[in-house]
């Protein structure tokens, strides 16, 4: 069975860190670009970050600059999001992707994307 599996989700209070996680199975992640996705309560999709193949073309949407930072482990079929300074607009589901798209296009337009896993949440609270 094909599937991309998150976890490290939960409650933190605003100026905590998060490291979400992003596991395949029945399949190689380093075939693919990989992107987090959130969806907030009542908003649509957006893309946070994603990655290329290799690691080394990243892309972050503006709200998370400076505060995220997502990284791939290709011996592990793993790719992380760590997030620092978590602020309360960042509560939402989050939600991993794979695809053959390039970067931007993946996380701009949802483009290109062949596997989304089944997201977890994330709340940003005092």
């Known amino acids: 069975q094909l599937q991309l599996v998150e976890s490290g989700g939960g409650l933190v209070q605003p100026g905590g860190s998060l490291r979400l996680s992003c596991a395949a199975s029945g399949f190689t992640l380093d075939n693919y670009n990989i992107g987090w996705f959130r969806q907030a309560p009542g908003k649509g999709r957006e893309g946070v970050s994603c990655v290329s193949l290799s690691g080394v073309i990243t892309f972050y949407t503006d709200s998370v600059k400076g505060r995220f930072t997502i990284s791939r482990d290709n011996a592990k079929n793993t790719v992380y999001l760590q997030m620092n300074s978590l602020k309360p607009e960042d509560t939402a589901v989050y939600y991993c992707?794979?695809?053959?798209?390039?970067?931007?296009?993946?996380?701009?337009?949802?483009?290109?994307?062949?596997?989304w896993g089944k997201g977890t949440p994330v709340t940003v609270s005092s």
């Open positions: 992707a794979a695809g053959v798209s390039t970067v931007q296009p993946m996380c701009i337009g949802n483009s290109g994307i062949n596997f």
